[in-house]
């Protein structure tokens, strides 16, 4: 294989993983900051439940539009634990 077939297969791991890995982290994050007495936890869950599907296209587009496959990973990943480590510090 050459080098533009091993770029274009680590865009598309970035896309799927780092995209699910996003779009799976976000939502708890979410619930976290948005439940609270006007907003029940199970309606703050649906929202970020379906701001998922949003976030998840938009790290699949951002995995082709990166100017590297590596600037991909490295965003996907650098939001995926800031939204994870705001999930935890708030839960």
Do not use: H
């Amino acid at each position: 294989m050459n080098a533009a077939r091993w770029t274009l297969a680590s865009r598309c791991l970035a896309a799927a993983l780092g995209g699910y890995a996003l779009a799976s982290s976000l939502p708890v994050a979410i619930v976290a900051l948005v439940a609270s007495d006007t907003l029940a936890r199970a309606d703050a869950a649906l929202v970020a439940l379906q701001l998922s599907f949003a976030v998840y296209t938009g790290a699949v587009v951002w995995a082709f539009a990166a100017r590297s496959a590596a600037l991909a990973w490295a965003a996907l990943a650098l939001a995926t634990l800031l939204s994870s480590g705001l999930a935890w510090a708030l839960l």
